[in-house]
């Protein structure tokens, strides 16, 4: 398969900061449409078909978090000139049009953006990943962390320790709907796929930093919804050559 990789960044790499590296965003800025869309989306497609069941999960009780979530983003898509948003249907950037189907909100969302959008529910005193559509993961699986709390669902990252799981916990506890939060990670890749699940128990495909190919980085963004008040963790994925990157 030929790999889908972009050429640039619309970040700055040597602005990076230490975990969690949290910046404010301006909600216009939230959903990016780059270079990479029209692949980008025909391989989620692709998934969609293929192996849904890995890529989407939704309890009962992300149901109204999810309609809210799509109602929010074909707000956001309306006031786009790359997008229209008419009645029942979506015209996306690639001149395909999306049915909005309101039983399958998540599913909707697949098809129209390229970011993965987890959603997180106070269950208790934790966040709880109770619904996501998650077509790009970087080395995890959808099905082995859904409806687990935070800290579970970081549990095999080295970095992220109780200091950090409780700032993380504090961050989410603490957004509000009007002042969303960003921040990107860097990672290296031997492999460009998009779309590579992996247990926590498994070892990544890896070099261990000797001539890897790929930097894969993740611009993350953390939401909240003004009336479920669920928290939207979106990810929008890049994948570059290493030649392609500045450091």
């Known amino acids: 398969m030929v790999p889908i990789l ?30 990479a869309y029209d692949q980008q989306i025909a391989e989620r497609e692709r998934l969609l078909s293929a192996a849904r069941g890995a890529v989407v999960q939704m309890s009962e009780a992300a149901r109204l978090a999810s309609e809210e979530l799509l109602d929010q983003v074909l707000e956001d898509l309306g006031h786009r000139a790359d997008f229209t948003v ?51 993961p970087a080395s995890w699986s959808l099905e082995e962390k859904f409806m687990r709390p935070l800290i579970e669902i970081h549990a095999p990252v080295d970095s992220y320790d109780d200091n950090i799981a409780r700032r993380v916990q504090r961050l989410f506890d603490g957004v509000k709907p009007d002042r969303p939060l960003w921040r990107f990670n860097l990672l290296r890749y031997v492999d460009p796929t998009l779309h590579q699940p ?47 990157v500045n450091l």
């Open 6 to 35: 972009q050429k640039v960044l619309p970040y700055d790499l040597r602005l990076q900061r230490a975990l969690p590296g949290i910046q404010p965003l301006q909600r216009s800025d939230w959903l990016q449409i780059d270079e």
């Open 86 to 136: 008419q009645g029942t249907w979506v015209r996306r950037p690639d001149d395909v049009w999306v049915e909005i189907d309101r039983g399958d909100p998540l599913g909707v969302l697949a098809r129209l953006v390229q970011e993965d959008l987890c959603l997180l529910q106070k269950i208790g005193g934790e966040h709880v990943l109770t619904g996501a559509v998650l077509c790009f």
């Open 198 to 244: 992996r247990s926590e128990l498994a070892r990544r495909n890896t070099d261990d930093g000797q001539d890897f190919k790929y930097f894969r980085s993740e611009r993350q963004c953390v939401l909240r919804l003004p009336k479920t008040n669920a928290v939207v963790f979106s990810i929008h994925t890049y994948v570059l050559e290493n030649r392609d």
